[in-house]
């Protein structure tokens, strides 16, 4: 996956009550591709970690299915107005925001 923009004015971080514990739903961002393709994920989880903020989002088309593949992304850039998330490729960080994410109650069980 490439750069994202988030166009969403109800996505300020702090808004969405990721550091507060999971509640039953999950907010919805629109994200749109370099191609101008509009895609909308549910942040399941999310996390600020040496002063960046990561998400886990899945996307909502695959939601319901039993097994959702789930990304991870992390702010590049942000205001109050639009943040810029791309997806975690570098695999040391990849797998250091997954152990952080799988210490906290979540309500989501994840499988490598």
């Not at 994200?31 to 040496?50: A, L, P, Q, R, S």
């Not at 990304?71 to 695999?91: A, H, L, S």
């Amino acid at each position: 996956m490439s750069e994202k923009n988030i166009n969403d004015e109800k996505l300020d971080i702090d808004d969405l009550n990721l550091f507060e514990g999971q509640d039953e739903t999950y907010e919805v961002v629109t994200m749109t591709d370099e191609d101008g393709k509009e895609n909308d994920f549910f942040v399941m989880d999310g996390i600020d970690y040496k002063n960046t903020k990561y998400l886990l989002l899945v996307r909502a088309e695959d939601f319901d299915k039993d097994e959702p593949e789930a990304f991870i992304f992390k702010e590049i850039e942000g205001d109050n107005e639009e943040c810029i998330y791309e997806p975690v490729e570098d695999e040391d960080e990849y797998k250091k925001i997954l152990v952080l994410l799988q210490d906290e109650d979540a309500d989501y069980e994840m499988k490598f």
